[in-house]
């Protein structure tokens, strides 16, 4: 069984990793992993849970970046948001999909913000998103042994 004080540092780590900053998340649920002395199911949940939480903060910045769009000081050109909008709108919410992807996934929550994509929609997307991610480091741990 998982300690709690483990559980609640990978859901924070997770939140973390979820935004704008470089994941730190695989390399602890790995060694947790390696450890063998937690339950995988519990930290399977835990980063999830953390992650999707995180990448609530990407969706939100997306959800008011138009308030900026015109500012002198706003970084990103109004045509690179269009761009952005546009693809999204294409390849439609299966794209919602790559919000557990490193680097991309940060785009997509920013655009679904962006889109005001439904948050339920979002974040049922993002959970399947990233378990599937972090499914797949279980499987690395497993034949690493």
Known sequence: ???????????????????????????????????????????????????????????????????????????IKQKYLQQTEDLFKKHGRVALLLVGMPVVGDAVAVTAGMLHINPALFAASAAISRAARYSFLWLISLLSL
């Open 1 to 75: 069984m998982a300690e709690i004080h483990v559980l609640i540092i990978l859901f924070f780590v997770s939140i973390e990793s979820a935004t704008v900053v470089p994941p730190q998340t695989d390399v602890l649920l790995l060694a947790l992993l390696a450890a063998k002395k937690y339950s995988v199911i519990l930290l399977l949940a835990a980063a999830v849970a953390g992650s999707v939480l995180g990448g609530f903060f990407n969706y939100f910045i997306g959800r008011y970046v138009r308030v900026f769009e015109n500012k002198k000081w706003f970084p």
